[in-house]
């Protein structure tokens, strides 16, 4: 299969508020008033805890069904922790990004916990968001 390109792009729509094109959808991200926004959406860091959140979702439930697992529904909780520091200028030996995340899946079905780990280990090692978390993807950013 040949690799897939995925687009997006994005106008500021002010100091905190960015407008994100996806395909046919806008998205809204924004920082909470404590942080100078208008809180018209989440900010980046959430947004990419969102993503994880997604797509951990989405290959739940493929690779339930691929395991034969009845998947009624999945509730995934996730927490970030990150040293706002360097965000605001100030010197840190901390990184910009999330020092850990912590992901909690719970699946509502009936397999039991050998059977649910199996599912776990494959759904972790086939999410293209965990995967970009995890390991170094370069990243180029362009002056034009």
């Known amino acids: 299969m040949p690799d897939m390109r995925v687009r997006i792009s994005a106008e500021s729509g002010g100091p905190t508020k960015t407008l994100v094109k996806a395909r046919n959808f806008q998205l809204i991200v924004d920082e909470p008033p404590e942080l100078g926004g208008n809180d018209e959406g989440a900010n980046p860091v959430e947004f990419v805890l969102a993503g994880l959140a997604g797509c ?29 520091e360097k965000l605001f200028g100030k010197p840190t030996t901390d990184r910009a990004g999330y020092k850990t995340i912590e992901a909690v899946v719970k699946p509502d079905c009936d397999a039991d916990k050998a059977t649910l780990e199996k599912w776990l280990e494959a759904v972790e090692s086939r999410c293209p968001v965990s995967d970009n978390l995890a390991n170094t993807t370069p990243v180029s950013i362009k002056l034009k």
């Not at 979702?57 to 999945?74: D, F, K, T, Y």
């Open 56 to 84: 951990l979702n989405v290959m739940g439930h493929l690779v339930a069904g691929e395991m034969g697992i009845s998947l009624r529904g999945l509730r995934i909780d996730i927490m970030g922790e990150l040293n706002p």
